[in-house]
């Protein structure tokens, strides 16, 4: 799958993805592996390729959100303000994602602010869906 196939980019201009796109590296994780660690410094935004992830908060007790869909994106704290992950993020299977530095999505979004305002509105929106849904699972 490419990113021009996921749900998360439509409305962002075709020349805007293919720099996105050729701005990743892919990487594959077996299962039980870290894609990154609650706590530690945010260098990349990750988009779910192939496989099965749990996001989780609180020492791998509780699990936010488990992501399964290709083109889900996660990784967010590499582009706010603070850029430490607030979650730890574990495979559940072999995984592929696609990452993208903080550095070059940043560089991407100064040059193209109309496809920066689309790209943190639909995470706005997924945000506040995976928030809505966790909390329905802790009541």
Same mark, same amino acid.
């Given at each position: 799958?490419?990113?021009?196939?996921?749900?998360?980019? @439509?409305?962002?201009?075709?020349?805007?993805?293919?720099?996105? &796109?050729?701005?990743?590296?892919?990487? /594959?994780? %077996? #299962? *039980?592996?870290?894609?990154?660690?609650?706590?530690r410094q945010a260098d990349f935004l990750y988009i779910l390729e192939k496989g099965?992830?749990?996001?989780?908060?609180?020492?791998? @007790?509780?699990?936010?959100?488990?992501?399964?869909?290709?083109? &889900?994106?996660?990784?967010?704290?590499? /582009?706010? %303000? #603070? *850029?430490?992950?607030?979650?730890?993020?574990?495979?559940?299977?072999?995984?592929?994602?696609?990452?993208?530095?903080?550095?070059?999505?940043?560089?991407?979004?100064?040059?193209?602010?109309?496809?920066?305002?689309?790209?943190?509105?639909?995470?706005?929106?997924?945000?506040?869906?995976?928030?809505? #849904?966790?909390?329905?699972?802790?009541?």
């Open positions: 799958m490419n990113i021009y196939e996921m749900n998360f980019f @439509e409305g962002v201009d075709v020349e805007v993805i293919k720099e996105i &796109e050729n701005s990743c590296v892919a990487e /594959i994780f %077996e #299962k *039980g592996a870290a894609i990154f660690e609650k706590g099965n992830i749990d996001l989780l908060i609180k020492d791998k @007790e509780l699990i936010i959100c488990n992501l399964t869909e290709p083109g &889900e994106v996660f990784g967010w704290s590499s /582009i706010v %303000e #603070k *850029g430490i992950y607030t979650a730890s993020c574990i495979c559940r299977g072999q995984t592929k994602v696609l990452k993208i530095s903080k550095d070059k999505i940043e560089d991407i979004f100064n040059r193209y602010p109309k496809a920066a305002v689309t790209f943190y509105r639909r995470l706005g929106s997924i945000f506040s869906k995976r928030l809505s #849904k966790a909390l329905e699972g802790t009541q």
